[in-house]
């Protein structure tokens, strides 16, 4: 009797493990896109899916290569977003410079180096509208329909 009852407890285990664990819902579906600023490819941007709908989904992010291309993450490098609706955030910072002294390894190089980051302010590179959950103007459907290419501009676009 109860070698019965482990064999359909073990039964029901691996059915849940299959519908939620391989493909199901709760696995991530590959995403790439492009993302142009003025009609050109941009590197070194970062794309974040941020879940749109009223349950928290895990969110996504990918990072744009030489040609604007960017392939998304969830849990693991590359495996793409869960299902859903998600507000697009494309972000780009400007990366922060290295004093030339940091490199010898000595304690006052390293807290010199220290000082200098703390200091230094970051630039946005992109218009911040693209930076907000509020005023980003992209949407993506996962799995999406058709190519994934999100358009921005430097500048606002007069009506």
């Not at 050109?40 to 040609?67: C, H, K, N, W």
């Not at 290295?98 to 000595?106: R, Y």
């Not at 218009?127 to 501009?153: I, M």
């Amino acid at each position: 009797m109860f070698r019965h009852a482990r064999i359909t407890v073990l039964a029901a285990c691996c059915i849940a493990l299959i519908t939620m664990g391989c493909g199901g819902a709760d696995s991530p579906v590959p995403v790439q896109g492009v993302v142009k600023l003025d009609g050109e490819p941009l590197a070194g941007a970062t794309v974040t899916f941020m879940s749109s709908e009223d349950d928290i989904r895990r969110p996504a992010a990918g990072y744009t290569d030489q040609d604007g291309v960017f392939h998304l993450t969830s849990f693991k490098k590359d495996d793409g977003a869960l299902r859903g609706e998600y507000r697009v955030l494309v972000t780009k910072i400007q990366p922060i410079e290295a004093p030339p002294d940091s490199k010898s390894g000595e304690p006052d190089a390293v807290l010199n180096h220290y000082q200098s980051l703390k200091s230094q302010e970051r630039k946005w590179l992109l218009p911040l509208r693209y930076a907000s959950f509020d005023s980003t103007p992209f949407r993506c459907k996962v799995p999406p329909e058709g190519k994934v290419v999100f358009e921005l501009q430097s500048e606002p676009i007069n009506p």
